[in-house]
């Protein structure tokens, strides 16, 4: 009885372990969706920015007291610059890109008071003094905040990109926990066969025979029969080394630390070969491989993602893809990347002989793939194009 009640907690366990990664995923994918939000919301507010700038170096470009009054173009400058203020204002947002704004600040203070002084020596009767402000102060101004506007934009995607970065690592790691969980949990769970079921119900133990009872006429007596068929017990499904093998990938900080753990992942899933393909262009581009030869890269060469086969499947269907093996080529998956909504590049495996695509390997290759999208990004190289290889495994 405690036996029993020690499962139903484990159980209870794993459900509300499942249903927390649950709430916890649905809360970064809250957070990424407000991350791209504010991203749209600033880039629009950097362009309007960038256009009152523009007018701005406009108006300086055209200052003609021939053409236009003084204190008309006085007017119509302190308007633009009011609205340029105004509009950084609502900028200030983020901590990351705060010293950039405070430098584009610091460049329309300066250029406003160069404007100021000018109209001031304009009133004194000044004009050559207010023209010399005009050109040598107020103009150059105006391209420094050009300047300033394209840094502080910069700034907000670096930020913006790191944030995103911070959950897809968190989401992983808390992934990768829930399923180490499940899988001592499973462990745990699964029926273990005693020594008395695993002894053959056929077989007993005799006592020596009393009196004159022959022994013969024991084994001429039939057999006992068991009354029910013994069921073999099915081996649990190990999932120990894939969740170990996600949990690396998220903490790994370099190249070198990358292709080992893609040979480690061609272990898991059961591949002789593992390609991880990043987009450039139009075309996909190896990154890191295992199973090749240490020239594999060059060997492999760039994939067009106007060829048909079954990596370029996955990447146009955003799902995964498989090919059945037969005497001459060994079976194949293939698994989109994405980093959040945007396709980054494919997981593609070669399985060694004798395995098939069915449903493990194919959900060891998404999770992997998952997981090796948070470790690597986009980075055009160019590359050789050779005929396609078949894996080693060496």
Same mark, same amino acid.
């Given at each position: 009885?405690?036996?029993?009640?020690?499962?139903?907690?484990?159980?209870?366990?794993?459900?509300?372990?499942?249903?927390?990664?649950?709430?916890?995923?649905?809360?970064?994918?809250?957070?990424?969706?407000?991350?791209?939000?504010?991203?749209?919301?600033?880039?629009?507010?950097?362009?309007?920015?960038?256009?009152?700038?523009?007018?701005?170096?406009?108006?300086?470009?055209?200052?003609?007291?021939?053409?236009?009054?003084?204190?008309?173009?006085?007017?119509?400058?302190?308007?633009?610059?009011?609205?340029?203020?105004?509009?950084?204002?609502?900028?200030?947002?983020?901590?990351?890109?705060?010293?950039?704004?405070?430098?584009?600040?610091?460049?329309?203070?300066?250029?406003?008071?160069?404007?100021?002084?000018?109209?001031?020596?304009?009133?004194?009767?000044?004009?050559?003094? /207010? #023209?010399? !402000?005009?050109?040598?102060? @107020? *103009?150059?101004?105006?391209?420094?905040?050009? &300047? +300033?506007?394209? =840094?502080?934009?910069?700034?907000?995607?670096?930020?913006?990109?790191?944030?995103?970065?911070?959950?897809?690592?968190?989401?992983?790691?808390?992934?990768?926990?829930?399923?180490?969980?499940?899988?001592?949990?499973?462990?745990?769970?699964?029926?273990?066969?005693?020594?008395?079921?695993?002894?053959?119900?056929?077989?007993?133990?005799?006592?020596?025979?009393?009196?004159?009872?022959?022994?013969?006429?024991?084994?001429?007596?039939?057999?006992?029969?068991?009354?029910?068929?013994?069921?073999?017990?099915?081996?649990?499904?190990?999932?120990?080394? /894939? #969740?170990? !093998?996600?949990?690396?990938? @998220? *903490?790994?900080?370099?190249?070198?630390?990358? &292709? +080992?753990?893609? =040979?480690?992942?061609?272990?898991?899933?059961?591949?002789?070969?593992?390609?991880?393909?990043?987009?450039?262009?139009?075309?996909?581009?190896?990154?890191?491989?295992?199973?090749?030869?240490?020239?594999?890269?060059?060997?492999?060469?760039?994939?067009?993602?106007?060829?048909?086969?079954?990596?370029?499947?996955?990447?146009?269907?955003?799902?995964?893809?498989?090919?059945?093996?037969?005497?001459?080529?060994?079976?194949?998956?293939?698994?989109?990347?994405?980093?959040?909504?945007?396709?980054?590049?494919?997981?593609?495996?070669?399985?060694?002989?004798?395995?098939?695509?069915?449903?493990?390997?194919?959900?060891?290759?998404?999770?992997?793939?998952?997981?090796?999208?948070?470790?690597?990004?986009?980075?055009?190289?160019?590359?050789?194009?050779?005929?396609?290889?078949?894996?080693?495994?060496?």
């Amino acid at each position: 009885m405690h036996r029993r009640a020690i499962r139903y907690g484990l159980v209870v366990l794993l459900f509300v372990s499942a249903a927390g990664a649950a709430a916890f995923a649905w809360a970064v994918d809250q957070q990424l969706n407000a991350i791209t939000t504010a991203e749209h919301s600033a880039s629009s507010r950097f362009d309007a920015l960038v256009q009152s700038v523009a007018r701005f170096d406009a108006a300086q470009q055209l200052f003609d007291p021939a053409r236009e009054p003084e204190t008309e173009w006085f007017a119509r400058v302190r308007r633009l610059l009011t609205r340029i203020a105004s509009q950084a204002q609502e900028l200030h947002s983020s901590p990351a890109s705060a010293p950039a704004g405070r430098t584009f600040d610091d460049i329309t203070t300066r250029v406003t008071s160069a404007v100021a002084r000018a109209e001031e020596n304009l009133r004194d009767g000044h004009d050559l003094m /207010a #023209a010399d !402000l005009v050109q040598d102060e @107020a *103009r150059p101004g105006a391209e420094a905040m050009r &300047a +300033a506007v394209i =840094e502080w934009r910069a700034a907000e995607a670096n930020a913006a990109d790191t944030a995103r970065a911070a959950l897809f690592q968190q989401l992983w790691a808390v992934l990768g926990g829930t399923l180490a969980f499940w899988a001592i949990g499973v462990l745990l769970l699964a029926p273990r066969q005693t020594a008395a079921a695993a002894a053959p119900a056929s077989l007993s133990i005799l006592t020596e025979p009393a009196g004159d009872t022959p022994i013969a006429a024991v084994a001429d007596a039939p057999a006992v029969q068991p009354s029910t068929p013994i069921e073999p017990v099915l081996p649990a499904i190990d999932l120990v080394p /894939a #969740a170990e !093998l996600c949990a690396e990938i @998220a *903490r790994a900080d370099s190249g070198e630390a990358l &292709a +080992a753990l893609v =040979e480690r992942a061609a272990g898991v899933i059961g591949a002789s070969g593992v390609v991880v393909w990043l987009a450039s262009g139009d075309e996909l581009v190896p990154v890191l491989t295992h199973g090749y030869g240490p020239h594999a890269r060059g060997l492999l060469g760039t994939l067009p993602l106007a060829e048909e086969n079954v990596t370029t499947r996955a990447w146009h269907s955003g799902d995964v893809q498989g090919v059945e093996g037969d005497a001459r080529l060994r079976a194949a998956l293939a698994a989109p990347m994405f980093q959040g909504p945007r396709r980054t590049g494919v997981l593609s495996v070669e399985l060694i002989d004798g395995v098939k695509p069915d449903a493990l390997p194919r959900a060891l290759t998404r999770i992997l793939a998952a997981q090796f999208a948070t470790a690597v990004s986009p980075q055009p190289e160019a590359a050789a194009t050779t005929p396609t290889l078949e894996a080693t495994g060496s």
